[in-house]
């Protein structure tokens, strides 16, 4: 069998299946080479367990709240193991139907680390492999800081799926301050742990608008989170029955820690792809330089995904691939990925929902022709309920014609009802025609078509 290919994509996550599963549809011949199991970050160790572990999270939540709705609930133990069973089980079957559509789809699978022999040559396990165009689609990996004693001893965002499979960690310590701590942190507090947050000196959510800041940390402060501004990590000592004492640099510390979490950030997994064999570029945070198109600096080799540092996303990646291939194979020169107007659901309780600009960078763009609408409301779910979680709302409009630039929303149901606003939003929508669309009634996504 020829090692000649149209087009191979180096990695088996969400771009690289893209990409190959659409070339293939035209009719190229395709490869896929991929390391570890097909699905990558996202279905393994990313958003599918992540969001498992949610619905967890939040069925926990529900039980609480039965109480205030009539009905005697008695809440015991959370079992562990069957709910990560469970969720492995899930992510097998994903796996194997990966594996059969590929093989339906005609696209071969490579097991192995690739590397670039030059421009069009790859090598997996001594094998070379050829193609008229190479994707590369090798995602990023979790951040383990280099500079603190006893780092090795916490999970990354990869660990705590892969090695947490037996013992939920009753008191867990989660570092960072960006979506994926937060999310952690939040989940397992839902279910039950004790949780504290350290981000080390950075704001919560930087970058997120000012509002979602300020109401996030409300609400984890209302669950019990303990969140620790300022304290600098010393070193992680690991002491009996595999526990570990958080040592900070003013001399404090956190006992009888099950688990440490470290979320401060991915890099871009393109060291040891022989990158240094081509005339690929990468900047000087590692990621590789592309244009428009998600071409490199050289001819016929592609990048997409969390490596070219644009939209780290999973449905980013997805798009992209689809269209590359659609520009490759189907006669669709035009069909380009925009990264504007990307819509993004933070999984925290309540889900976050955003889409366009902040308020503050919007302010920085254009000055007074900014305006916003903004409300914050107790949904009528939790009327009824002893624990009052806010919702709260804040469109960004530009302009006389009041073009809605930004939309943020923290609430019950935020997660679902945002799809659609983005599709409004990404078509121009303005206020107006919010306000000129009926509302549902009663649910929490009328107050952004009614908004004053």
């Not at 549809?25 to 279905?43: D, F, H, N, Q, R």
């Not at 979602?212 to 303990?226: K, P, S, V, Y």
């Not at 969390?306 to 997805?318: E, F, Q, R």
């Not at 997660?415 to 649910?443: S, Y």
Request: charged share 25%; net charge negative; with cysteine.
């Amino acid at each position: 069998m020829s090692n000649h290919f149209d087009i191979i994509a180096i990695g088996a996550g969400s771009g690289g299946l893209s990409i190959a599963e659409r070339a293939a549809a035209y009719g190229a011949k395709t490869a896929v080479i991929e390391a570890g199991e097909l699905g990558g970050t996202c279905v393994n160790v990313g958003c599918v367990p992540k969001k498992v572990m949610w619905y967890g999270a939040s069925v926990a939540h529900a039980l609480k709240d039965g109480k205030d709705y009539g009905f005697d609930v008695t809440i015991r133990e959370l079992d562990w193991k069957k709910l990560v069973a469970k969720r492995e089980n899930f992510i097998g079957g994903i796996i194997d139907w990966y594996q059969d559509y590929l093989t339906e789809s005609n696209v071969e699978v490579i097991e192995g680390f690739a590397t670039f022999i030059d421009d069009k040559t790859l090598e997996v396990d001594g094998e070379q492999y050829t193609a008229d165009h190479i994707v590369i689609a090798t995602g990023g990996r979790p951040i383990v800081p280099s500079d603190i004693e006893g780092a090795e001893h916490g999970l990354t965002s990869d660990g705590f799926f892969e090695e947490l499979d037996e013992v939920q960690p009753k008191k867990i310590v989660v570092v960072g301050g960006g979506y994926i701590a937060l999310e952690f942190a939040m989940l397992m507090n839902g279910l039950g742990s004790d949780v504290s947050v350290l981000h080390q000196g950075w704001p919560v959510m930087e970058g997120f608008d000012s509002m979602i800041q300020t109401n996030l940390r409300r609400q984890m402060e209302a669950d019990g989170i303990d969140l620790n501004d300022d304290g600098i990590i010393e070193k992680i000592e690991k002491v009996a029955n595999n526990n570990l004492t958080i040592h900070f640099k003013d001399g404090s510390q956190i006992d009888n820690v099950n688990a440490l979490i470290w979320a401060i950030g991915r890099l871009p997994n393109t060291d040891n792809l022989g990158i240094e064999n081509t005339r690929v570029e990468l900047d000087k945070r590692g990621m590789i330089v592309v244009d428009d198109e998600e071409k490199t600096t050289t001819d016929g080799i592609y990048a997409i995904g969390d490596i070219i540092g644009k939209a780290p996303l999973t449905p980013v990646a997805i798009a992209a691939g689809r269209r590359l291939g659609d520009r490759l194979y189907g006669g669709k020169p035009d069909r380009k990925m925009s990264y504007d107007n990307i819509a993004t659901v933070m999984f925290t309780h309540p889900p976050i929902g955003t889409i366009g600009m902040s308020e503050e960078k919007a302010r920085a763009e254009y000055g007074d022709e900014i305006k916003t609408y903004k409300t914050e409301f107790v949904p009528l779910y939790h009327q009824m309920t002893h624990n009052k979680v806010k919702t709260a709302m804040k469109l960004v409009v530009l302009g006389e014609e009041e073009k809605i630039i930004g939309c943020h929303i923290m609430g019950l149901g935020a997660d679902e009802m945002l799809q659609g606003f983005a599709v409004a939003i990404r078509m121009g929508a303005t206020k107006q025609d919010f306000d000129d669309t009926i509302a549902i009634h009663p649910v929490s996504a009328e107050e952004l078509v009614t908004m004053k």
